[in-house]
């Protein structure tokens, strides 16, 4: 599936009232495909939270400028740059010490959530494989399912972004129970 397959897909979903995706990108074209994943999302009118365990946000922000992607109602939760000594500067940002720190994620979402203008909202995890290295894969599931159904229950579009090469069957049986749909698997 290409990356404009998915975009359509996820906007599907989101229009049939889903609350809860796994999408599924091949290494290869990850981070790309997060960045036009956003860009679209945002393009249309919604307003969301990115939280990245793969790249601080400071680079992120650079490519989502680069592909003119408007971050008036977007932020973030990054759980990178605090642990690697990165930019911590950015108002729009809120850096998590280290990614073992799951409580402090949801937290964090929280505050964010308040910010937010759009009534249509959204947020992107990236990714969860990047969780499976910092926690057992019991409290990584237990994580996921506390999130997915936090984000439902404030319908929340959510997309839970995870590696096709990195996730293992039982993280993906994982994610098929939980979400209302699997994109790009």
Do not use: C, W
Not at 24 to 46: C, I, Q, W, Y
Not at 109 to 123: A, Y
Not at 144 to 154: D, F, H, P, Y
């Amino acid at each position: 599936m290409s990356v404009a397959d998915i975009a359509k897909s996820v906007i599907k979903s989101i229009n049939e009232g889903d609350t809860l995706a796994a999408v599924s990108l091949p290494a290869s074209n990850f981070h790309e495909g997060t960045v036009k994943l956003a860009t679209v999302l945002l393009g249309k009118k919604l307003g969301g939270i990115y939280i990245t365990t793969s790249r601080p946000s400071s680079h992120i922000i650079v490519e989502l400028e680069e592909a003119k992607a408007n971050l008036s109602d977007l932020y973030f939760v990054d759980l990178v740059s605090m642990t690697v000594g990165g930019n911590t500067e950015d108002a729009r940002t809120l850096f998590i010490e280290s990614p073992t720190m799951l409580e402090s994620i949801l937290l964090n979402i929280s505050l964010l959530e308040r910010r937010l203008k759009s009534k249509r909202r959204f947020v992107l995890f990236d990714s969860i494989n990047g969780l499976s290295i910092y926690s057992e894969p019991k409290v990584l599931k237990e994580f996921i399912n506390v999130l997915g159904n936090s984000m439902r229950i404030k319908a929340i579009y959510t997309m839970l972004m995870t590696v096709e090469e990195q996730t293992d069957g039982d993280l993906a049986a994982a994610l098929e129970l939980l979400s209302d749909t699997m994109i790009g698997v």
